[in-house]
């Protein structure tokens, strides 16, 4: 079976660029039609989508992010990562990775990692 995990410094300073890689197990991220996705939940508010990467390596991102993130994959790794630039302490969330297919139902996730952006 499929599984995610997420890696990654839990503390940003602000200005900074926060980096995540989501490491993946079980199957190939080149397979199939699947988006590989950043999600991300800031405390006390809802899921968030920021960007994704197809399996053939298509990019697509949040319009309200998109000036400040990239996502990209290496294949030889099996994973895909998340940048986010010029942080500020309102990006302080957990960020998932998670596998969406044609359906649009993301699954599965990874456990999730907290970061916090200081100011």
């Known amino acids: 079976q499929v599984q995610l995990r997420e890696s990654g410094p839990g503390l940003v300073n602000a200005s900074q660029t926060l980096s995540l890689t989501c490491t993946v197990s079980?199957?190939?991220?080149?397979?199939?039609?699947?988006?590989w996705t950043w999600i991300r939940q800031p405390p006390g508010k809802g899921l968030e989508w920021m960007g994704a990467?197809?399996?053939?390596?298509?990019?697509y991102y949040s319009p309200s992010l998109e000036s400040r993130t990239s996502v990209s994959r290496d294949t030889s790794k099996n994973q895909f990562t998340l940048q986010l630039r010029s942080v500020t302490p309102e990006d302080t969330a957990v960020y998932y990775c998670?596998?969406?297919?044609?359906?649009?139902?993301?699954?599965?996730w990874g456990q999730g990692t907290q970061v916090t952006v200081a100011s």
């Open positions: 998670t596998r969406v297919g044609t359906s649009g139902y993301p699954h599965p």
């Open positions: 079980g199957g190939s991220i080149t397979a199939a039609i699947y988006y």
């Open positions: 990467i197809s399996n053939s390596g298509s990019i």
